[in-house]
């Protein structure tokens, strides 16, 4: 399993970023896909994921300023970021996971951080005032 991020950068409060994960060596049948994030001195924080059906999660910080989104045929999953707050700024990560993702968003991405099968290297958001 290989995931390559790319799309980071620096923006200022309240533009927009679209990050991508790039995947091979798996099936999108057979993952979830989602980003978390880190912030410097910072735990690392679930954002988003989505299933191979389709469905999708988020972190209370980021419902109605994010969307994850997937295309099989590129094999790569993007995640719109709008609005974005100085909160915001950390290195994303794009992961996998093959369990089987359900129920609320807490749980679903409880579920998803406690079970990562492999990550990518991230991609570094910056966001200024």
């Known amino acids: 399993v290989q995931l390559v991020e790319s799309g980071g950068g620096s923006v200022r409060v309240g533009g927009s970023l679209r990050l991508s994960c790039t995947a091979s060596?798996?099936?999108?049948?057979?993952?979830?896909i989602g980003w978390f994030r880190q912030a410097l001195g910072k735990e690392r924080e679930a954002v988003s994921c989505?299933?191979?059906?389709?469905?999708?999660f988020y972190a209370d910080s980021v419902k109605g300023r994010f969307s994850i989104s997937g295309d099989n045929t590129e094999s790569t999953v993007y995640l719109q970021m709008d609005s974005l707050k100085p909160e915001d700024a950390a290195n994303y990560f794009c992961?996998?996971?093959?369990?089987?993702?359900?129920?609320?968003?807490?749980?679903?991405?409880?579920?998803?951080?406690?079970?990562?099968?492999?990550w990518g290297k991230g991609t570094l958001v910056t966001v200024s005032s």
């Open positions: 992961a996998v996971t093959s369990k089987i993702l359900a129920g609320s968003d807490r749980y679903a991405l409880r579920l998803f951080m406690s079970a990562m099968n492999a």
């Open positions: 060596g798996f099936s999108f049948a057979n993952y979830a």
């Open positions: 989505i299933t191979p059906t389709g469905e999708t």
